[in-house]
């Protein structure tokens, strides 16, 4: 089955620790993001890439970074300096041809620092 | 920087009722997509109308689009108790990313 997988589901960190968040995607889509979602909120972008070894800042990225190295893989990590890193982080790919396409969402991670 | 905007922040409604949300945005789009996110759950793409077309249909959702106004609404037809989520549109911005709005939360009562 072709799809987009986070992991893990649920993740928490101690203050001042860096953690990983995974995404993974066999649809062979050429663009990833990574989007935050506070409750009751909308969705603010973090990070995007459209192509492989490139990527993007998006409208919150600081305290973040990420990598694509292969096409499948856009990890996330939360580092130390994000000082509110508790929320809800979802990872979508797309299809980039005239315009985007649909987005396909992973299942989400959701944070806690504790 | 949120695109989309949608009103009402939230909506309670009966079951077999209509169901209307709407979004405005701000810049020049290649298309507008509906999403439909479940509590705690990823985002499921409901349908895409892209900036030349003026309305579309997919089974009980009707979009339609007015780029003169920057804004878009969608319909739920015949509202049922599973159609309970939040409702999100995005836009196509320049073509490089996906820029999503603040949401409506809709609630079917039976």
């Known amino acids: 089955d072709g799809g987009i997988t986070q992991s893990p589901k649920y993740l928490f960190r101690k203050e001042g620790q860096n953690v990983t968040l995974s995404c993974e995607q066999n649809l062979n889509h050429d663009a990833m993001y990574w989007y935050r979602q506070d409750p009751g909120q909308g969705l603010r972008l973090i990070y995007y890439?459209?192509?492989?070894?490139?990527?993007q800042k998006g409208d919150i990225a600081e305290g973040y970074s990420v990598s694509r190295e292969k096409k499948e893989s856009f990890p996330l990590t939360v580092t130390s300096a994000q000082k509110n890193p508790t929320a809800f982080y979802l990872c979508?790919?797309?299809?980039?041809?005239?315009?985007?396409?649909?987005?396909?969402f992973g299942q989400g991670t959701r944070l806690t620092v504790v | 920087s949120q695109q989309g905007e949608e009103d009402p922040q939230a909506l309670s409604i009966q079951e077999g009722e209509n169901a209307t949300m709407n979004c405005s945005y701000k810049t020049s789009i290649n298309n507008l997509q509906w999403y439909r996110q479940n509590s705690g759950r990823g985002l499921v793409h409901l349908i895409l109308i892209r900036s030349n077309e003026r309305e579309k249909h997919s089974g009980r959702l009707r979009v339609t689009l007015d780029t003169s106004k920057k804004s878009s609404s969608l319909l739920i037809t015949a509202s049922r108790a599973a159609d309970t989520a939040s409702y999100f549109c995005a836009t196509d911005e320049y073509g490089n990313k996906l820029v999503f709005g603040a949401g409506t939360i809709l609630r079917v009562k039976s």
């Open positions: 979508a790919s797309s299809i980039r041809g005239d315009g985007f396409t649909e987005a396909f």
């Open positions: 890439s459209q192509i492989v070894n490139d990527f």
